[in-house]
């Protein structure tokens, strides 16, 4: 990142003395301020965002194992133990005829009647009822081995694509919370020199409110004059308000990000060089981006992931093949058949869809349509991605400039300012005059203020759009903060009782593999 060198010798710099903050906030603290880059790890380790886009990345790489599963072979076993009860029960309908018995003796016939024996005619039914128990039990191991199936095939290859693009997210992540970082981070800053600027200028209106009213009352100037004064001096109030509010939001910022507040921070040196990026054409960024832009890269895996899945879909027509080996072995305890049965296959066993009623014909057509959508989007973020890296090469050109023009603004305006009273006090200028120079001046410090802040935060958005930012950067900016320009907002104790409220606690654990 190319913010090391010296200035122009030309360049003339401005040294301004600013009052210091009372109550809130303090330029200075006895306790070590902490600097850009300790808060860049801070963040780094404890964000929630960007925990959740490393969980997220680690469950679309272990898809890969899922998926490779279904290529491997695949063994099962399968028992069954049983208590059987069968019942039965028939019956049976006819004409059945059954002749009487006799018995014969010695010097006679014993009978009831005639010594015929009578006869039994007419229809009759017979009813058979059976019933048994016994045991059963059986067990059986089956293994396969897929020797072709493209959809399980393109399946695996799909994930390995997912994951590249998975990957590139979870870098835009990383540097999209780099760049929040410096921006929160710079945007203190920012407050802290606004701040500082109304501070003094409501101080100096609210003198020039003392001499107005001072020779108002000697009969020097006229009771308007004293109205402008005062007019100017609530407005000052009330811009100083607004500035240290704004300090005190800048600071909560940087503690949601971080998930730690900070009592103080680092300042930024009056030394930093304010100079065009390296390097200098919008072809080399462009070019720099079209390579390195993780949110770009992870559009164009997208078309990758698209294109598998079209031929996931196209794969529905074709025949799968795959090895098996299977062993069964049953028993039984049944009364007449007491025994076992065992049987072993091997072979092949082929599957060819012949017709789907046309539903893998309507998924091929889908997923083309969607691999053109992610076509589209591709060129979408390219485009927007070239417009960005431009928008932002010029912006920093334009910050380089400005920094110089506000830098001499002060010194016009300190000079307009003097002539002014000068003016005023020769009587050829009046009081508003004066306001209006004193505002002009205050105001020139806060802009020359957010002017070198832009130009940090927009070179660091430049190369966040290029691709290329990473905690070397951030490093080389550490390297121009000052402890002695640190910031510190102080909290009260009921603040100080809210910090667990920012805390995420402990990391989830995952459930252990088995």
Known sequence: MPVSGALPSHTHRFHYTLLPL?????????????????????????????????????????????ERGDLLPQIGANANLAHNRTYEESSFAGDVATQGSTTESQGGTQGGGAGAGSALGGGSTFDSVSADDYNSASIGLEATQAIFDAR????????????????????SDRQELIFQVSEAYFEILRAKDVLESRIAQEKAIGRQLEQAQEQFEVGLIAITDVQEARAAADLARAERIAARSELQVS?????????????SI??????????????????????????NNPTLLA?????????????????????????????????????????????????????????????????????????????????SQRRETVQQVRSLLTEVNNDVSTVEARRQAIISNRS???????????????????????????NALANYAESRYDYVTDLVQLRR???????????ALNDWLRDDLSVSLRYSDDDNDNDALMNIGERPTPPSSR
């Open 22 to 66: 009372v109550a809130a906030v303090m330029l200075s603290s006895q306790v070590q301020a902490a600097d850009i880059l300790t808060i860049t790890r801070d963040a780094l380790e404890n964000s929630a965002d960007l925990a959740s886009s490393v969980s997220t990345y680690r469950s679309v790489e272990e898809e890969r194992n899922v």
């Open 266 to 291: 680092e300042g930024l040196s009056e030394d930093l060089p304010i100079k065009s990026p390296l390097p200098d054409t919008r072809a080399a960024w462009t070019a720099l981006a079209m390579e």
């Open 416 to 442: 307009a300012l003097e002539a002014t009273r000068s003016g005023y006090e020769v009587g050829t200028r009046n009081i508003v005059d004066v306001l209006d120079a004193e505002q002009s001046l205050y």
């Open 251 to 263: 600071f909560e910022q940087l503690e949601r990000l971080t998930g730690k507040r900070y009592d």
């Open 299 to 379: 559009t164009q895996a997208a078309i990758d992931v698209a294109k598998r899945n079209v031929d996931i879909a196209r794969s529905g027509h074709l025949p799968t093949l795959n090895a098996f080996a299977s062993y069964d072995y049953s028993e039984t305890d049944i009364d007449y058949l007491d025994g076992h049965n065992s049987q072993s296959q091997i072979g092949l066993r082929a599957n060819l869809p012949i017709f789907t009623g046309g539903r893998t014909s309507a998924q091929v057509n889908q997923a083309s349509y969607r691999l053109e959508a992610s076509q589209y989007d591709f060129e």
């Open 465 to 475: 759009a290029a691709g290329v930012l990473d905690t070397r950067d951030i490093r």
């Open 152 to 171: 399980n095939w393109f399946e695996l290859k799909r994930t390995e694509e997912q994951i590249d693009q998975q990957g590139f997210l979870l870098l």
